[in-house]
Nanobody, 121 residues
Framework: QVQLVESGGGLVQPGGSLRLSCAAS????????MGWYRQAPGKERERVAA???????NYKDSVKGRFTISRDNAKNTVYLQMTSLKPEDTAVYYC???????????????WGQGTQVTVSS
């Protein structure tokens, strides 16, 4: 069973920074795209950033220039460096990965349990 475990969330003041990490574990053959999604109360889950295995990235417009997604393929880990945080960034952040497990022939979508990010003074 593949698991994604996030860490790094917490309470931060506006303008502050946080770095989220998400590590995939289990019998993994390969991981394709990894990304971060978030969901605020009363809102739909939205994609914040994504990164391919080769390092190509995509960001939600509102976080461009403030957030940076990266990954370490050797560690099966994806990161989200968040700077200049705003109250509207407050949400539960979820890690996502397309994972091909050992012995599998297709990629399967996996989600982390979510980590709370609260931006408030």
């Amino acid at each position: 069973q593949v698991q994604l475990v996030e860490s790094g969330g917490g309470l931060v003041q506006p303008g502050g920074s946080l770095r989220l990490s998400c590590a995939a574990s289990g019998y993994i053959f390969s991981i394709n795209t990894m990304g971060w999604y978030r969901q605020a109360p009363g809102k739909e889950r939205e994609r914040v950033a994504a990164i391919t295995r080769g390092g190509s990235t995509n960001y939600k417009d509102s976080v461009k220039g403030r957030f940076t997604i990266s990954r370490d393929n050797a560690k099966n880990t994806v990161y989200l460096q968040m700077t200049s945080l705003k109250p509207e960034d407050t949400a539960v952040y979820y890690c996502h990965a397309e994972v091909r497990g050992s012995g599998d022939y297709v990629y399967i979508n996996y989600w982390g349990q979510g980590t709370q990010v609260t931006v408030s003074s």
